[in-house]
Structures are given as structure tokens and as C-alpha cells.
């Protein structure tokens, strides 16, 4: 129990102790004392418990310690407060963001320790920490939740990795020093090889280590929020898309053509790929579109070309991920559309050519027992790594040499870019362009101000045109 009730006296001198200086003091009813060899050292001691007294601490009854003091010794170390840290937010956080936590953690942890004497690897901490500390599952007997080295056999190296962190790590309430909040924040800012990290990924990193701080406030670890003490601020960033490199009309038509040549498998994902550009759908929303998501008008006469446009409602999503990250055991979490709640949808109309490419695709692949279009050849989920490398050859054929050896198109999320570029210089309202893509109007804003921008001349003489019909 903590208390303002303390009492401090006087050094009392037993001449006839080893220790002859003894300071008392009382904390509440319970007394207290601690006896010297050195005058000086009692002095020096009675001098802080006073300071903690014009502070304001309280002071704990049992050990008569002030507040500061007892958290310390009551403090986790690090590398606990971070395995607690990610096992409080595992529960609720998708699988990505498991790992990106785990990931961030894994980056910090391995700095904050005492010494450095005996330190294995770096490659074997990162092993250790993103794969075994920081990666949970349950116990089969007792469906507690259980970082994986308490549940599984880890290797010999990776064991006596998180026993090297288990002892050397710092006390958690140490982040709350200067020293200490550099070296993590000067960790995250760095890759694997030392270089310095990409803006976003430090960002990333970043987020997490402020908010495992702040679970140690609120764990009474810390007393207050440190992030201030340190004259550090993560990089700016811009998010702004830079559209020197994401095709055009015609080179997003001619890529999803190149698509096609590439054999049966290049056959298969056309219509994927055309989901990305038409629909402006992110990759694991195509993974996850099914059969009864789409309502495609009636088929045309025999011949005749697509000339109706239909409707796609999204309610699913279906991130990669690695198997050890989901609750299922999947490579893929099933989920629902990014940044709404879990049975949210969203309706997207198609146009024409995109409602011929669904067409085509059912009438000559079918649908997955579970209804999806699109499926591996081995009937899961569509591997990024099996559409990267067609785009990566669809891109070979579709572009110059030149273009072909830029950034431009150099992923396949390049289509989705376009594909909201496209709807925006087309003058759809940024609000509608924001509901189709499924994005919030300030994300919209923040990452395709230059296509809105190029707008305002548009905009400008619309007005004008107004404003000189209203003066007749």
C-alpha cells in the first residue's frame, strides 16, 4: 500500500555496531531502518527520501520505499513488458499486424540490454524473437494463449537466445531514460544490413514501440509517457502516389492483354488482374470475390460485344499472410473489407469489358467448392508469387525496353492505382471515387492530390462558366 503518511528522523550513531549509522524512518505504522558504515552514506540516503518527500511521492509500507523506487523493483524487464505487449493486443489484431508488431519488437528488443557480453547472433535473436517470443498459439490442453517456445520444442540456439534475453535485458521502467529510448529508436530507424530504413517501415516500427510504452503506463510500469524526453521525431513521409510510374489507359490495357499470352496460368488470372484496373479492387479482395458477388447483366446474342455494366459487392477480403500469424493455421486470413467493420460490403460498378472478363472467366474455369472465382492450381487461395511472376513477364512484353526497365507498373497494386487515377481525371466526384475504391475521402486526398489538383483548371472554368450565366 502507498501512503503520504512518512515519518523521517535523524541519523542515530551506535558506536558499538559495525554499521554505526542508522537512519529511521516510518512509514505509515510501519518502521523502518537501514544502518551505514559511513556517516556520509546515511546522510546521502536520508537526503533522497527526503527529495522524494518534497516530490510528493508516496511511499510503499511494506518496503518503505518511495513510489519511484518500488516501481523499479517491482518492474518487468524489457523483453517481459514486450512478450506481455504483444500477447494483450494478439487476440484482437489481424494477422498482419500481429507480425508487423512481432516484427517491431524483434527490431527494439535485442538493444535493450545490459551488456553485451555472450550475445548470439543477430540472426538468431531476430529468429528467436519475431518466430518463437513474439508469435503465440494455444496450448492444446488448456487453450491458453502461449507465446510458441512454451508450447512447442524451439531449437537449441534459439532457446538459449531467449535465455540471453530473459537475463539481460533492462528493467522496462529504464525507458524512461534518455539512454535507453535512443538506442531503440536509433534500432528501428536501421535494416537487417545496417542501412538506414525506409520511411514507412520506421514508421511502422515506430507506432508500435510508442504504444508498448504507453501499455507500460498503463501497466504502472512507467509513470509517464517518455517519448518526449528524447529530441527525435520519425521521418516525414509522403504518401503521395508518384505517378510518373503508373500506366496509362492504354498501358494498363495492354499489360492485362500481355497477362493473357503468358500460357494457361496467364489465361486463368486475366480476369484477376482486370479486377485490379476496372474495379480498382486491392489483391485480397479479388482472392476473396466470389460467384454471388458478382451481378452481371444479361449475356449479349451470340457475338455481340459486352455494352451493360454490372455490379460487384465486396464483403470479404482475404490478406497473405504466413500460416503462423492466423488463428486457423491458413496462409491467409479471412476478414472482412479493410478499415470497415466486419460485415460492412461495397458496391463497385463495372463497366462493360471488365463484366466480359468475369463472363469468360466463369464459362471456362467455374467457381471453387466455396463459390471464388479465382483459385491456385491446387485449388487454394492465388499466390502473390504466382501473379508477380506473370506480371513481371507481362510487363517484358507489354513495355518498351525503357519502360520496361523503370518503376513504372512495377507491381501488380500499380493497376489499382491506375484504376482510381483513371475514375478521378475522368470527373467522378472524389466522394464517389473514395466509396468505390474503399478508401476514406482523406486518405483519397493524401495520396491522389496531384490527379485532384490537375482537376482545378477543369473546376476553375466550370465556375466561371456559372458565375457569367448568373450575371445575365
Known sequence: MLTYDVKIWGIRKRPDRANPYQLRWKVGPQPHSKSYRVKEQADGRRAELLKALRDREQ???TTGLPSSEFRQLQSPTWFAHAC???RMKWPNASAKHRASIAEALATITPVLVRDSRGTPSRDTLRLALYAWAFRFTRDTETGEL???NEVETAPAEVAAALEWLARKSVDASELDKATQLRAALDALSLRKDRAKAAETTIHRKYTVFSNALRYAVEREVLTSFPLGKVDWRPPDTDDEIDFRFVPSPRQARSLIAAVREQGSRGEHLEAFFGCLYYA???????AALGDHDCILPDSPEDGAPETEWGELILAESRPEVGAGWTDDGQSYEKRGLKRRARKATRSVPIPPVLVGLLRQHRKAYGTAPDGRLFRAAGGGRVRSTEYTDIWK?????????EDAASPLANVPYSLRHAGVSLWLSSGVEATEVARRAGHSVAVLYRFYAKVIN????QDNERIARALAGGAN
Not at 480498382?280 to 479479388?286: C, G, H, L, N, Q
Not at 507481362?394 to 525496353?401: D, G
Open 280 to 286: 480498382a479492387m486491392r489483391p485480397a479482395e479479388v
Open 146 to 148: 502461449k507465446p510458441r
Open 59 to 61: 511511499f510503499d509500507v
Open 454 to 457: 490537375g482537376r482545378q483548371q
Open 84 to 86: 506481455a505487449y504483444a
Open 393 to 401: 513477364a507481362a510487363r517484358q512484353k507489354a513495355l518498351s525496353p
